[in-house]
C-alpha cells in the first residue's frame, strides 16, 4: 500500500466514522425529545408540589402556635391546680386547729 492509498483509506475511514457519530446523535435525539404536553404535566405537577409545600408550612406553623398556646394554658390549670391545693390544705389545716381547739374547749368545761 502506497502513501496515496494509506491516506484515501484513512480519509474513507475517517467519513465513515463521522456518518456513523452523526447518525448515533440524529437517533439519539429523535427518541429522546421532549413532549410538551409532558413539559406543561411537569410544569403543572411543580406548582401543585409547590403549593403542597406551602400548606404543609402553614400547618406545621399552626400546630407550632397551637402548642405553645396548649402548653401555656397547662402550665396555667397547673399553677391555678396548685394554689388551689395549697389554700385547701391550709383551709384543712385551720379546721384541724379550730377542732382540736372546740374540743379542748369542751374538755375544759
Known amino acids: 500500500m502506497n502513501r496515496t492509498e494509506f491516506i484515501i483509506t484513512t480519509a474513507i475511514i475517517l467519513f465513515?466514522?463521522?456518518l456513523v457519530g452523526w447518525f448515533a446523535h440524529w437517533l439519539l435525539h429523535r427518541f429522546s425529545r421532549v413532549n410538551q404536553s409532558d413539559?406543561?404535566?411537569l410544569d403543572r405537577m411543580?406548582?401543585?408540589l409547590h403549593e403542597a409545600e406551602e400548606t404543609r408550612?402553614?400547618?406545621i406553623t399552626y400546630l407550632q402556635q397551637r402548642e405553645a398556646e396548649l402548653t401555656n394554658?397547662?402550665?396555667q390549670?397547673?399553677?391555678e391546680l396548685k394554689a388551689?391545693?395549697?389554700g385547701l390544705r391550709d383551709v384543712r389545716r385551720e379546721a384541724e386547729e379550730m377542732r382540736a381547739h372546740l374540743d379542748?374547749?369542751?374538755q375544759a368545761q
Do not use: G, K, N, P
Open 84 to 86: 388551689a391545693m395549697d
Open 39 to 41: 413539559v406543561a404535566d
Open 16 to 18: 465513515i466514522a463521522f
Open 104 to 106: 379542748r374547749v369542751r
Open 77 to 79: 390549670t397547673e399553677a
Open 73 to 75: 394554658q397547662l402550665s
Open 46 to 48: 411543580s406548582q401543585e
Open 57 to 59: 408550612d402553614q400547618a
